[in-house]
């Protein structure tokens, strides 16, 4: 196990030296600057700020010293936020997308896999279709129209919660946490109904209800673990839906996590703060799915790492 880990973190350099590279000569390459809001300053004063942040050199010059400072582990200064490094940002901005990240992604699990296995065990019935039908809305809604949708419904119509913020209460937290989780609680219900049907048709389960053994207890026992290996298999790609979905949800909500500031340093072509966030979910993504490789084997025996 020690040595599969040590190889996969050994593979993700390469990756994440790819995703550095697009993503710097990606910003660069959209049209404005950091500084173009401030036209109004002499010329003197904007060449001194191109100076101060290596912006008047040739941009594989740019690159190279930003390539340098990354693997120091600085993400250098923020160039709208100018009192904060890159790096203070993603501190302060990450315990609240963790927060909201992983109260999506558990939602997801618990309602995706009870909907999924009900579903799968009253199969062809008025019940397997609603979750289905259910299934089907949730994954072919996008984040970006569910999250006005609720806001509209629940935080203007009906004032049951607010509609926006974040940091005074629970309540506040409700309707991103839904929003962020409602195409992975679809996506899970199909995973796990599709994997339970088949489960449940298999030579174990037959003998295991051949020897007497209680169904709720086979269900619980055998049946249900069997059927979560496709979703624990689909954890690494959900953690990177739920950290892109964040973006954009917590722009819509108002929350101060990662994935405004990504959104407000794009727009203001903030490019160390962008490279910082891009560089920080590259990383998250790489190691979650390094973690579910993990988890997979621990669940299926027959899985064995070397």
């Excluded at 400072?69 to 901005?93: A, C, H, M, W």
């Excluded at 109260?103 to 909907?115: D, M």
């Excluded at 609720?150 to 203007?156: A, D, M, P, Q």
């Amino acid at each position: 196990m020690p040595t599969y880990i040590l190889k996969r973190l050994a593979g993700a350099i390469p990756t994440l030296f790819v995703i550095v590279t697009l993503a710097f000569f990606l910003i660069r390459s959209a049209p404005g600057g950091p500084f173009d809001k401030e036209r109004s300053v002499p010329p003197e004063v904007e060449a001194n700020l191109n100076a101060v942040y290596h912006l008047d050199k040739p941009l594989w010059e740019q690159y190279l010293l930003y390539l340098g400072k990354v693997l120091q582990g600085d993400f250098g200064p923020s160039f709208q936020y100018r009192d904060f490094s890159v790096t203070e940002l993603i501190t302060n901005g990450f315990p609240v997308s963790l927060t909201l990240g992983v109260s999506a992604i558990v939602l997801a699990l618990v309602l995706g896999t009870l909907f999924g296995a009900i579903a799968a065990l009253r199969q062809n019935t008025v019940t397997d279709y609603s979750v289905m039908a259910g299934a089907m809305t949730g994954i072919t809604i996008p984040n970006f129209v569910m999250a006005p949708l609720l806001t509209l419904v629940f935080g203007v119509y009906l004032n049951w919660l607010p509609a926006g913020g974040w940091g005074d209460g629970y309540r506040q937290a409700i309707l991103p946490i839904i929003a962020l989780a409602l195409p992975q609680i679809a996506i899970v219900a199909r995973l796990t109904r599709g994997s339970m049907i088949e489960v449940l048709r298999s030579n174990f389960v037959r003998t295991a209800r051949a020897k007497g053994l209680p169904e709720q207890l086979m269900i619980a026992r055998h049946a249900l673990k069997a059927a979560l290996l496709p979703v624990v298999s689909y954890l690494g790609p959900a953690s990177a839906a739920v950290l892109t979905g964040s973006v954009v949800v917590e722009q819509i909500f108002g929350i101060p996590g990662i994935g405004r500031y990504f959104v407000q340093g794009a727009l203001n072509r903030d490019y160390t703060l962008v490279m910082g966030v891009v560089i920080f979910y590259g990383s998250l993504i790489i190691l979650f799915n390094l973690l579910v490789d993990i988890l997979y084997g621990l669940l299926d025996p027959k899985v064995r790492m070397s």
